[in-house]
């Protein structure tokens, strides 16, 4: 089963902000609102930064939020910073055998 | 606070088998589930399954069913993943995770991963 489709890459400027896609089906993304994002940094364990599409984990920073329309979610990261330079993974519940399905990632780059 | 502690690295041969671990400390253990992901150098990240430290109810991917079995022993707050049969393309970082809430995704807490790698 293929994962959720994301853009390999995304930039922005520091100040600025950007959004990231993750497209899947309505087996998954759009048939159910249990879609996660996570932030990993070279070398380390993956972060949630926003779970149920839209939640921010105690913690996060509220520069971060999510959406959803269709089969598509999306990551808004706000005030672009240095240390928001990472990969980015969302997500989903899948009504399929696999049971939970991950985008292919996303590197950010703040350039 | 919440920590999950991994064993370390390990070195395989093809069709032999892992038995990682991830301690738990700084929560109940029984009232959260632990998932395990792995990520290939280079790669993204795949679900593998979970465990709810509760009951010990699993759900395993379906792509592994067969060759992989996760436990815990509440008595040692101490949840282990064992992979049977292991292939060159099982070679990946293993990471344990806390649940969020329950038992399933989505995951709040991630052990320091464990280098598993099959090599002959």
């Known amino acids: 089963q293929s994962a959720l489709t994301q853009p390999a890459s995304v930039s922005g400027s520091p100040g600025q902000s950007i959004t990231i896609s993750c497209t899947g089906t309505s087996s998954d993304v759009g048939g159910y609102n249990y879609v996660s994002w996570y932030q990993q940094h070279p070398g380390k364990a993956p972060k949630l930064m926003i779970y149920?599409?839209?939640n921010r984990p105690s913690g996060v920073s509220n520069r971060f939020s999510g959406s959803k329309s269709g089969n598509t979610a999306s990551l808004t990261i706000s005030g672009l910073q240095a240390e928001d330079e990472a990969d980015y993974y969302c997500s989903s519940y899948t009504s399929s055998s696999t049971l939970e399905m991950f985008g292919g990632g996303t590197k950010l780059t703040v350039l | 606070q919440v920590q999950l502690v991994q064993s370390g690295a390990e070195v395989k041969k093809p069709g032999a088998s892992v038995k990682v671990s991830c301690k738990a400390s700084g929560y109940t253990f029984t009232s959260y589930g632990i998932n395990w992901v792995r990520q290939a150098p280079g790669q993204g990240l795949e679900w593998m399954g979970w465990?709810?430290?509760?009951?010990?109810?699993?759900n395993y991917a379906q792509k592994l069913q067969g060759r992989v079995t996760m436990t815990t022993d509440t008595s040692t707050s101490t949840a282990y993943m064992e992979l049977r049969s292991l292939r060159f393309d099982d070679t990946a970082v293993y990471y344990c995770?806390?649940?969020?809430?329950?038992?399933?995704?989505?995951?709040?807490?991630w052990g320091q991963g464990t280098l598993v790698t099959v090599s002959s």
């Open positions: 995770a806390k649940a969020h809430r329950g038992s399933s995704p989505p995951v709040d807490y």
């Open positions: 149920d599409v839209s």
């Open positions: 465990i709810s430290a509760y009951n010990g109810y699993t």
